[in-house]
Each structure stands twice: as structure tokens, then as C-alpha cells.
């Protein structure tokens, strides 16, 4: 087995070795490390949900009531009383006939993909598509053609220049998630009707953060216009779980062909009930997503004044682009050494040479914090670049 070795050496020294931490939740947004505490700018707890006293209640009613597990697969046995609520919420809240709840987001994505597609068939995919998405297409065995980043004009041309006698499926990240732009959905439904292409979308990011939490869709006024919108019950939502959100017959398709929704067992009940109140909050509160929105707005203009080269935009994604895996790394742990959580996102997350800091925002963020983080941020970044590193 020495090529474990030689591979886990490489990477060391190439500054992409990984490894997990155990950070001690403390609340939404601070956690606790050998004894200290740190204010967490890489969570994906959009609405800092998951500690809200009415998502804990929930998953704590859900354990008593139906205990911890679920003990069967969805068609068994798996499926409580909670799912059917948390379907019907979700197909309203995305303005759809039905949807499906998966058990991740990842789950949803290579099952959802795999199922609908097959050889016959032709994906078109941006090249900065979530590795579900990329893996969904493999497991699929259908041509995947990639475009570049929200590039319309190549996308048009990988339409008109590819022949497909079987389905065409476009496919896209809603809000990218290591760069945290919008896809262009406007132009892309375009191009599926001129090419009789299929929409899907990956709201991972967008759900609980875009169009009042109810996604791009909505964001863009698409309703009723994008034929699979996908997404994830653990950012936002603050739970754990995906869902596929469609027509009725889709939702039947599914249920009976995407083989990562048959052959795994049901999500425990406690992220299902958790999920559910998480979304009755946000359809309740417009005040959760205004806040987030602020939130995020607040650090990119903070960060920008600051001299760092941060694009315009308004999610709560905030790449910090570094250049080189090393300099991430040093970079992320310097901020931790300041009581700041930032994760170095580097290869294969992102292309060589585009390794950045990813800082991710939160509704349960208080502004006096994060102006005292952009303050940080922007020492470490800007010392670096006297190169007095
Ligand atoms: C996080 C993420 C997923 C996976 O969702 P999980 O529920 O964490 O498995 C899928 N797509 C995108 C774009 C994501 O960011």
C-alpha cells in the first residue's frame, strides 16, 4: 500500500493535505477549539437556523415522538409522518406540483441526474458545476459536454454544435458555490426552449438566500419556468437532507428510478422535523433573509473599501482570491490565530492557481463583528502582498 503513502506525502507538500477538525459549536456563528473561541466565517448556516430555539424543538419533538433513526429505506419502511409535510411545504415554497426530499444534497444530485439521463442522452454543464453535479453526469453515462463559466455565447454554440438524438439537459450551479456569482437562468431558459433542452438548476446556496429564500427562480422571476430545481436542507435550511422540487410526474420518476433515493435509508426524523420548521420560519420571517442580505452586502463593501479584490455581487459567498494553495493555507491560519474561522479553498475545489480564502456570511452575524473581521482580513491579506510575510 505504499501508494497511500507516496499520495498523502505529495499532498503535503504541495499544500493540499486535508484533514478534519472538530469545532465545538457554540451558537450559529462562534465555535470552540482548544479552549478558545472563534467567530466562524466559512459556515454554510445561511440564516444561522441551527440554533434557533423553534429548529431545536422540533428535532427534539421528532425524537420523542418517532426516536432516533428511521430504520427503513423511503419505499420500506423509512418514511414518517414528517416527510409528507416537509414535501408538500417544499413544493409550495418553490411554486411547483411536487417535491422529493433525498437524503443530501450530494444523494439528490448523482441520483436525480443518473436517473433522467442516460448514453442516448446529452448533458450540457458549466464548467464550475459542484462536484454532485460533475459525479451525477458520470454516473449518468450520458455526453457531457462543459461550457465556460456562465458563458451564453458557448453555451449556444455547444447547443447548435452538438447532434443528440436523445434528451438534452442544461445544468447549473444557482449561486456558484466557491465563487458565489448568479447563473445567468434568464439567457439559459432561453436556450433550452430554442434547443429543446431541459433546465436544472442547484439551489444549494440560493434556497433561504435569494428571491425572499425561495431561490433563483424566483430571484429572476422564472417561476414555473425551470423544470428541476434541486437543493440541500443543510445550508440554509440547517438540517441535513436535498430535495428535487418539479412536476408531479418527475416526483413519481424519481421516487421510482433514482437509485440513491431507493437504496439508503430514510433521514432520521429529527432533520426532517428541523428542516420543516427551519422553512416555516423563513416563509414567516422576511426579516431572516433581508438580514442575510444586509449581512452579506455590508462585508463586500467592507472588504472592497478595505483594498481587497472583491467583485461585486450580492450573496453571502465572498471569495477572496489568493493565487497560490500555500498562500491560502498561511493565510487561513494566520486569521485563526486571530479568532477567525476562513476556510483556504484550493484543488480540485477550485482550478491551480485560483486557491482563495471563502468567506461565507450570516444572517446571525452582528455587524460590529464582522467590521472588526474585515479590519483583520484586510491586514493579513495586504501584509502579505508587501511581501513582509
Ligand atoms: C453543498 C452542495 C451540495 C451538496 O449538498 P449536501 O446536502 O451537503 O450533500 C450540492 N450542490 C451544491 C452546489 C452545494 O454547494
Known amino acids: ?21 472538530a469545532y465545538e459549536p457554540v451558537d450559529a456563528t462562534h465555535v470552540r477549539l482548544d479552549g478558545q473561541i472563534y467567530l466562524l466565517l466559512a459556515a454554510n448556516n445561511y440564516l444561522g437556523l441551527t440554533h434557533h430555539p423553534r429548529v431545536r424543538q422540533a428535532a427534539i419533538e421528532a425524537v420523542a415522538n418517532y426516536g432516533s433513526g428511521s430504520g427503513g429505506a423511503r419505499l420500506t419502511t423509512g418514511t414518517h409522518p414528517v416527510y409528507s409535510s416537509l414535501e408538500g411545504r417544499l413544493a409550495a415554497f418553490k411554486g411547483t406540483e411536487a417535491a422529493v ?60 454544435e452538438t447532434p443528440c438524438s436523445g434528451q438534452r439537459l ?37 434556497t433561504g438566500v ?40 418527475l416526483v413519481e420518476y424519481l421516487v421510482n428510478t433514482a437509485r440513491s433515493f431507493i437504496f439508503s435509508t430514510a433521514l432520521a426524523p429529527a432533520a426532517v422535523a ?41 450573496t453571502p459567498i465572498i471569495p477572496v482570491g489568493v493565487g497560490p494553495a500555500g498562500t491560502a493555507v498561511k493565510l487561513a491560519e494566520e486569521l485563526r490565530q486571530g479568532g477567525l474561522i476562513i476556510t483556504a479553498i484550493r484543488p480540485p475545489t477550485v482550478p491551480e492557481g485560483e ?5 461565507a ?13 474585515i479590519d483583520q482580513i484586510a491586514a493579513a491579506v495586504n501584509k502579505l502582498k508587501r511581501g513582509d510575510h
Do not use: W
Not at 355 to 359: A, E, Y
Not at 362 to 372: G, R
Open 355 to 359: 486557491s482563495r480564502l471563502r468567506i
Open 101 to 160: 426530499v433525498f437524503n443530501c444534497g450530494y444523494m439528490a444530485n448523482i441520483g436525480t441526474i443518473s436517473a433522467l439521463m442516460g448514453r442516448a442522452d446529452t448533458i450540457f454543464s458549466d464548467e464550475l458545476n459542484h462536484a454532485s453535479i460533475i459525479d451525477g453526469c458520470r454516473l449518468s453515462k450520458a455526453r457531457t459536454v462543459v461550457f465556460r463559466h456562465s458563458d451564453m455565447a458557448h453555451l449556444a454554440q455547444c447547443l447548435a
Open 170 to 206: 442544461i445544468v447549473v450551479d444557482g449561486v456558484f458555490s466557491m465563487d458565489g456569482d448568479i447563473a445567468p437562468l434568464e439567457e439559459i431558459v432561453k436556450l433550452a426552449k430554442k434547443y429543446d433542452a431541459l433546465t436544472m438548476v442547484d439551489d444549494a446556496h440560493s
Open 210 to 249: 435569494l428571491g425572499q429564500g425561495r431561490g433563483t427562480a424566483v430571484h429572476f422571476g422564472l417561476e414555473g419556468q425551470i423544470d428541476i430545481q434541486l437543493g440541500t436542507l443543510s445550508k440554509a435550511l440547517a438540517a441535513e437532507g436535498g430535495y428535487v422540487a418539479g412536476s408531479r410526474q
Open 1 to 21: 500500500m505504499d501508494f497511500l503513502q507516496d499520495y498523502l506525502l505529495a499532498a503535503r507538500q504541495k499544500n493540499l493535505y486535508r484533514q478534519t477538525i
Open 361 to 373: 456570511v450570516s444572517a446571525a452575524h452582528d455587524q460590529a463583528e464582522l467590521s472588526l473581521a
Open 274 to 314: 428541523a428542516a420543516l420548521a427551519a422553512l416555516e420560519l423563513i416563509e414567516a420571517e422576511p426579516a431572516l433573509t433581508e438580514k442575510l442580505s444586509s449581512n452579506s452586502s455590508f462585508m463586500r463593501r467592507g472588504l472592497s473599501a478595505a483594498g481587497l479584490p472583491v467583485v461585486g455581487g450580492i
